[in-house]
């Protein structure tokens, strides 16, 4: 059984032919979107203003919950795209898992994204969010065809961390009061692509460093190596990508499940990319 986590302003329907791929390869499949996004939207203003990253934190560890409640006796593993990555840190629930797909995850610093991309970076959390969200409680995102909108009280909080070194690590212990970074010891495949702006090959391994005790594979994908000109941070949800890449993830998802499973590497433990 997976379940399926999306990205940062994301409709779940985005993902919805990759979560078929692996319904037809014989995994139940969890695919749900965090409060606040497409149907999960409140129609009151004020409960959706104020919804954060830390509660999707806390959704993604309940839909774990409902799961494992729900099919006690099938094993559960994870998909995390982005931030569906990201927040795995914060389950306490983890021990229920067999394993973790991580696809295009990293930190979000905006000045580890590469260059031109992170002048974007920098004007979405530094000047369209303090332009907006004081006045209408949200991040209008859809109106400038960026994303779903967001939470004014998610956007605040998710700015704080891009404009931190450390992205959300540094509020360990302090905004952000239990994590389990250093606790989770599964096996971990994370996918990279080579010409993504936002994960690459300094916030990738920024993210992943925190996850000391988990058997971590990383893998880069390289555009040409695909016969593509870009990938980026979402092209890998693409069609295209189902005989080449998709297929990868169910042979990952097959392979973590058996329980003598390890990547038999401790170089990869840290990291190299």
Known sequence: ????????????????????????????????EYRGMGKSKPNDKDEFSCITMQDWAIDMRTVLDFLEARYPDWPKLMIGHSIG??????LPNHTILKGMVMITCSTGTWWHHTFPYRL?????????????????????????NIMEDLPGALIMEWREWCNSENYLFDFLGKSIPHNTYNEISLPI????????PIANAV?????LRHFLKADIMNEAIRPTDYGVKRIGH???????????????????????????????????????L
């Open 234 to 272: 979402f092209g890998l949800f693409s069609r295209k990508f189902k005989e080449r890449f998709w297929s990868k993830i169910v042979n990952d998802l097959e392979t973590m499940l058996s329980t003598n499973h390890h990547y038999n590497n401790p170089s990869l433990k840290k990291v190299n």
């Open 189 to 196: 495949k994370a996918y990279w692509t080579t010409d993504d």
């Open 1 to 32: 059984m997976v379940q399926f986590n999306i990205g940062t302003g994301m409709r779940k329907e985005f993902y919805g032919n990759l979560a078929r791929y692996l319904a037809e390869n014989g995994f139940i499949v969890c695919l749900w």
């Open 203 to 207: 916030s990738v391994p920024a993210l």
């Open 85 to 90: 990555g990201q927040l795995l840190g914060l």
């Open 120 to 144: 974007k970076s920098y004007y979405f959390f530094n000047i369209l969010t303090p332009l907006t969200v004081p006045f209408v409680g949200y991040l209008p995102a859809k109106k400038f």
